[in-house]
């Protein structure tokens, strides 16, 4: 398989270790840079370095974020990055890099997997405003029942009423995987 120019550029610039999920420049060459001092002053500063840092991003749970990286101008999620670096290629558009321990900081090769869009929102923590702390599940003091909710293919589907949170969210859970595998 043929490696696409924009991976090689990447590869060019950027050493990916997957047990620790970071990014380290390079030493770039001279050819890099419009002039010498450019070109020492970068690999003075930069080389062998860890790319982006915690500080350029805020991040906590349910946030977003993620370390961006400036390369020649153009910003760029390291996540993406690595994707490309490891598998040659581009994730076709219609696909997200996903963490799936939710933390856009922690990029290790096993923590990212290639999403849908709608798949990739399921994985998203639950609402700062949801009172039960369980995706799709609300509690209704009218009724002293929990009732379960799913979304998928734009459809709400009502799960039903339960009288345990417990019970809500195994329904949530059981509707949660008959999507994701239709989907």
């Not at 370095?49 to 153009?74: A, C, F, Q, S």
């Amino acid at each position: 398989m043929k490696i696409a120019p924009y991976v090689v550029y990447f590869n060019d610039k950027l050493i990916y270790d997957p047990v620790f999920g970071t990014l380290t420049w390079r030493t770039r060459p001279r050819n890099h840079f419009i002039s010498e001092p450019m070109w020492r002053r970068w690999n003075t500063k930069y080389a062998g370095r860890i790319v982006g840092h915690r500080k350029m991003v805020e991040w906590r749970p349910g946030g977003k974020g993620g370390i961006r990286i400036e390369i020649d101008g153009l910003k760029y999620y390291a996540h993406r990055i690595i994707w490309e670096i490891v598998y040659g290629h581009k994730p076709d558009k219609s696909l997200d890099v996903d963490h799936i321990n939710r933390n856009p900081h922690d990029n290790r090769l096993f923590n990212l997997r290639l999403l849908t869009r709608s798949q990739n929102l399921h994985n998203a923590a639950a609402n700062s405003r949801n009172s039960t702390g369980a995706r799709g599940v609300t509690y209704h003091k009218r009724d002293s029942l929990y009732r379960a909710t799913i979304k998928g293919a734009g459809v709400t589907h009502r799960l039903g009423s339960f009288k345990s949170i417990d019970d809500a969210i195994a329904a949530r859970k059981e509707a949660e995987g008959r999507l994701l595998v239709c989907s």
